[in-house]
């Protein structure tokens, strides 16, 4: 039987389509690491075709790690470890920005895995952009500047309150998930733990301020920051198409989620894999 999985970097920096693997089956120790080097040297990959269940789904996150339950997302059946995002009109999407998954907690994501279950006929592509490349793109003395300089990142910023009224119920898991996770402090530049390499780490989701900097210049070098990272040079862009699954480095990467599908309805599955605390 040929394990080997066939790579097809889909850009410079950042992004690989895999194929030749079934992930609805357990893969073999050869088969895994072949995707993990893969994952952590392109950082996004995609496969086409990959009809999964939760509980399969969940299976292969947890060879990357332990995996996050999220404070306020809903989950599939009887499997808390997937979450579910269903938008549609009545739930719009509240991911339409750049982001990295769950820098509110000491530990951000080290990855995830999103499968797609059901799609609008046209649209709500995602994006992926590369921390690393965002870091290397810069001078020496700006990368002197933002060396040692650390950040504050907030749950609040992308889970606003207004959000969570729908019911008291969803605005009581909302209160109980901003008590559970007050701000936390992460360097601006983070380096690799496998790697090596270095990525800025600041995402305009859950970044606030820049703690060693007044609000003026914290505000204009986030600003900066922000735009930055999210030029198409340092970009990857996936069409999805129905059982599609992506998988990404939650540690050097940002991704964004385009909202342009609405009244349409998008159905998407997440399994999400803890990390360690960066440095």
């Known amino acids: 039987m040929n394990e080997r999985l066939v790579i097809k970097p889909l850009g410079p920096y950042i992004g690989a389509q895999i194929s030749n693997v079934d992930l609805?089956?357990?893969l073999s120790d050869a088969q895994f690491e072949q995707l993990y080097h893969a994952l952590i040297r392109h950082q996004v990959l995609f496969l086409r075709d990959q009809p999964i269940t939760p509980h399969q789904q969940r299976a292969l996150a947890a060879r990357f790690g332990d995996l996050h339950i999220h404070p306020v997302y809903p989950h599939a059946e009887d499997v808390e470890q997937i979450i579910v995002l269903d938008t549609h009109n009545d739930n719009p999407p509240d991911n339409d920005n750049w982001h990295t998954d769950v820098t509110f907690i000491d530990t951000p994501p080290a990855g995830a895995i999103l499968a797609a279950k059901q799609l609008p006929e046209t649209g709500g592509d995602t994006l992926w952009a590369s921390g690393i490349a965002a870091w290397e793109a810069l001078s020496l003395p700006f990368q002197t500047l933002?060396?040692?300089?650390?950040?504050?990142?907030?749950f609040k910023k992308s889970f606003q309150e207004y959000k969570h009224r729908n019911s008291e119920q969803e605005h009581q898991r909302w209160q109980r998930a901003v008590i559970n996770n007050p701000p936390v402090?992460?360097?601006?530049?983070?380096?690799?733990p496998v790697s090596g390499k270095k990525a800025l780490f600041v995402n305009e989701g859950f970044t606030t301020r820049i703690k060693e900097l007044s609000e003026k210049e914290s505000d204009t070098l986030l600003h900066f920051l922000f735009a930055h990272i999210t030029k198409p040079e340092f970009q990857v862009r996936w069409r999805w198409q129905e059982n599609d699954v992506a998988m990404w480095d939650n540690r050097v990467t940002q991704h964004y989620a385009n909202a342009d599908y609405l009244p349409a309805r998008r159905i998407m599955h997440r399994a999400t894999v803890l990390g360690d605390k960066p440095f």
């Open 146 to 154: 933002l060396s040692g300089l650390h950040a504050e990142h907030d």
């Open 24 to 26: 609805a089956r357990p």
């Open 185 to 192: 402090v992460h360097p601006v530049v983070r380096i690799h």
